[in-house]
């Protein structure tokens, strides 16, 4: 967790116009208070760092003075643009969820960019939504905490849980996802789990994962067609939302090389707040499987925060 002090808060009554230095602001619901930028949507606040500021005074060969590029709050400690959306700002009661790093620049609409041609906001400003209420002011110091992805992955095999082999596809798994989010630069933890193939067993896991708002649930095994293959069977009815493209798209890629792969009954959908997708039971199936999924594994994520990653 690190501390980032606020050394202004800023307010514009239009936009497209500088924010002017007040004493302090009020977060409500809808944004600051009496600011432009207020409303019901995602970048209700914006947060700039001094670091940030910095670099630009150098190329602009002057002086930036706080709120000029729009920014409602003006920070030193950290560079905001280096945080990830969902990450969190707190002060005391006070939390700032992460929407978005950066924006598309306005150019001649923007004070800023009339004046000298350039603007770092939309390269290193970032942007939150309110999720509780207070006041600020300069001086007040916001703790950051990084989003932690919560990701549980479940094997379905009843030799596997038996010790009769060692499960591969759970491990897989765990290392792919490991991969991508330290490739991301994003915090996350893995819970496996090894269970026979038990309907009830897995029932209570996924009960359990939406309870406990779980991001990512990723099972393995109980696609097919043989008689203890229940995983989409249990599954399908639990989920809000089905996404069927994603496994209809893998079944056609790969069933076009390996007829064999049309077989499988991999589902993935949205359960509560978790994702969830059931892969078959081999490793190769795996890394079929996640190549597909994780190219727009955060777009889902986001999605289902209501943020727009476009």
């Known amino acids: 967790m690190k501390s ?16 002017k230095p007040v004493d302090s602001i009020r977060l409500t619901q809808r944004g600051v208070e009496g600011d432009a930028h207020a409303g019901p ?13 910095a670099k630009f005074e150098e190329s602009a060969g002057r002086k930036i003075t706080f709120g000029e590029f729009a920014e409602n709050i003006t920070t ?37 960019f009339k004046e000298v041609g350039n603007c770092v906001m939309p390269k290193e400003g970032i942007f ?7 006041s600020l002011k300069s001086g007040d110091s916001l703790e950051y905490h990084p989003k932690m992805f919560r990701i549980l992955v479940i094997t379905l095999s009843d030799r596997a849980s038996a ?3 060692d499960d591969k596809s759970g491990p897989r798994i765990k290392e792919l996802m490991k991969i991508y989010f330290d490739e991301h630069h994003m915090h996350h933890f893995t819970h496996t789990s090894l269970i026979p193939d038990d309907p009830h067993r897995f029932e209570e896991l996924l009960n359990k994962a939406k309870e406990e708002l779980v991001d990512l649930v990723v099972t393995t095994g109980g696609t ?3 008689p203890r293959d ?31 792969a049309l077989i499988s009954r991999s589902i993935a959908g949205v359960m509560g707040k978790s994702l969830v997708f059931t892969l078959p039971g081999s490793v190769r199936a795996i890394n079929e499987y996640m190549t597909e999924i994780l190219p727009s594994l955060m777009h889902m994520i986001y ?3 209501g943020l727009d990653s476009h």
């Open 224 to 226: 097919g067609i043989g």
């Open 4 to 19: 980032i002090i606020i050394e202004s808060v800023n307010i514009s009554e239009a936009k497209g116009t500088i924010k």
């Open 303 to 305: 999605m289902l925060h």
């Open 163 to 165: 010790g009769v082999y």
């Open 41 to 53: 949507w995602n970048r209700q606040v914006s947060l700039l760092g001094t670091e940030s500021i």
């Open 76 to 112: 030193t400690g950290m560079e905001l643009w280096k945080s990830h959306p969902l990450d969190r700002f707190t002060c005391g009661e006070i939390e700032l969820e992460v929407t978005q790093i950066g924006k598309e620049c306005h150019g001649t609409s923007c004070a800023i």
């Open 230 to 260: 229940f995983t989409p069977d249990v599954v399908r009815p639990m989920l809000d939302k089905e996404i069927p493209g994603i496994m209809d798209m893998i079944r056609i890629k790969y069933g076009s090389e390996k007829p064999n």
């Open 128 to 134: 939150a939504r309110v999720v509780s209420p207070g």
